[in-house]
């Protein structure tokens, strides 16, 4: 469909929310030329009110919403743009909204982080309870999904008041896996296609954390999380494990940390040698990742792993003795079924991980997986088996601590991280919520410094591919003393 902006340039905030809305139409501005259109229009009055208004025309049915929003003497031009663009958001909401089979259970709300968002209203004053009902009366979001943000919220709030100034968390990149799942699209290589790079690659990350830890300590900074993360870590030998983390230990000061993370995803990339490592370099938390408990389903999304290996993998983690143990599962995957999954949250529960972590399908341009409309097709299917899976998690006194949304997810769902009573994660929070910066070593990295007086938020991202990233040793070290320095 196209649209026309009327007395503002907020493209972005049109697109997103008609993308959020329609997300099996073309989008673009242009013309009415008789087809699908909006006309997005937004003016001031003179006693200091916002307007936004919005006209669309939806299989030849024309439509339209309206909202406005007080301005506030002295108001900066951010929190001018803020309610800007979501008075638009809601004006095209409520001219869509009444046109779709159902509404999204998500309602007006685009941003990939709802729990920040309700953590910004209890910081101006609002209570829990108020902030609940405003994003479900204001942004129309379902009660489920304002009970989960509202849970987020409160982790993030408890994990907040335990960051002290000048402290960091620290990522580390292992962008190789064994092979490639269909439904990829994260900065990963094969190892069959890419061997040649592991041992440089190694190499060169060990530098890196080498002279970042030496930046770290010039500047009197405190690491509270290490996580490293991929691709899949320990696609890497237990001898390149083992040489990657003692250069960590000897980097960073590792003696005070909340956590610290080891994604070991893939069960074929699992041995008891390579967790004996893990564990023996002071890792608590460890990821044992099936995506599904059906063979079926895995073979079609293409992981050469059965769920008897997941099985066996996850008993080698617990014999091995570490404190936390997390598992993902998707919802959505090519195969699967709402009394399939509920197989998988069963057999997962039984088994009795720490954490669980609950994604949606996300079908982006990196995945093999590119059919669109057959994700879209999967919402209703995707909602039972989201549903079904927070109820049994909550019986099992599972509680909802961080949750993110993507673009492209199946039925606009999100992923969510389930924990027991104190295993959260302190890195996904304290990540997802932008709490404190983040330096992320090796390649596709992305560093954040956050202000947390502020909450300004300046990045640094490394060179995506193995390959560029060895070319660039010397510009990542200026961008991270810059970073770290300024």
Request: glycine share 8%.
């Amino acid at each position: 469909m196209n649209y026309q902006l009327e007395g503002h340039p907020h493209r972005h905030a049109v697109e997103e929310m008609l993308l959020h809305l329609l997300p099996d139409r073309t989008v673009s501005e242009g013309v009415d030329d008789g087809g699908d259109f909006c006309q997005s229009i937004l003016f001031e009055e003179q006693s200091g009110v916002l307007s936004a208004a919005a006209r669309v025309r939806l299989d030849g049915v024309q439509r339209e919403g309206e909202r406005k929003g007080s301005l506030t003497p002295g108001q900066d031009s951010l929190a001018r743009k803020r309610l800007e663009n979501e008075l638009l958001k809601l004006a095209i909401y409520d001219a869509v909204a009444p046109a779709l089979a159902e509404p999204p259970v998500w309602g007006a709300l685009t941003g990939v982080r709802p729990a920040k968002l309700a953590r910004g209203l209890m910081e101006r004053g609002a209570s829990p309870q108020e902030t609940e009902e405003h994003l479900c009366t204001r942004f129309q979001v379902s009660p489920e999904r304002a009970a989960l943000t509202m849970a987020a919220a409160a982790y993030a709030q408890e994990t907040d008041r335990k960051i002290v100034q000048n402290s960091i968390s620290v990522y580390v990149s292992i962008p190789f896996c064994p092979t490639r799942c269909a439904y990829c699209s994260f900065i990963s290589a094969a190892v069959e296609q890419n061997a040649q790079f592991v041992a440089p690659y190694l190499e060169a990350l060990c530098k890196e954390a080498e002279e970042t830890g030496r930046l770290v300590r010039q500047n009197k900074c405190t690491v509270d999380s290490l996580y490293i993360g991929g691709g899949t870590p320990t696609t890497l030998s237990s001898e390149q494990l083992d040489k990657l983390l003692s250069v960590l230990e000897r980097s960073f000061d590792l003696s005070n940390l909340f956590d610290y993370t080891v994604e070991a995803g893939r069960p074929d990339t699992i041995t008891a040698e390579k967790l004996a490592v893990l564990r023996a370099h002071g890792v608590t938390r460890v990821s044992v990742n099936p995506q599904s408990m059906n063979d079926e389903v895995l073979r079609l999304a293409g992981r050469p792993h059965t769920a008897r290996d997941v099985l066996e993998s996850f008993e080698m983690a617990r014999k091995a003795g570490f404190p936390v143990i997390n598992m993902d599962v998707i919802a959505g995957l090519e195969g699967d079924t709402p009394a399939r999954f509920a197989e998988t949250i069963n057999t997962l529960l039984g088994l009795g991980p720490e954490n669980i972590t609950m994604h949606t399908l996300a079908v982006k341009r990196g995945a093999a997986i590119r059919d669109i409309h057959a994700n879209l097709a999967r919402r209703c299917a995707v909602g039972h088996m989201l549903s079904y899976a927070q109820r049994a998690l909550l019986r099992q006194d599972y509680h909802a601590y961080y949750l993110y949304r993507q673009k492209f997810s199946a039925g606009g769902y999100e992923n969510t991280g389930w924990c027991k009573p104190g295993t959260e994660s302190f890195y996904n929070i304290s990540m997802m919520e932008e709490l404190q910066t983040i330096i992320s070593l090796g390649a596709g990295g992305v560093s954040k410094r956050v202000n947390r007086a502020t909450g300004k938020i300046e990045r640094y991202t490394n060179p995506k591919y193995p390959a560029e990233y060895l070319q660039a040793q010397e510009r990542i070290l200026r961008g991270r003393q810059r970073l770290l320095q300024e």
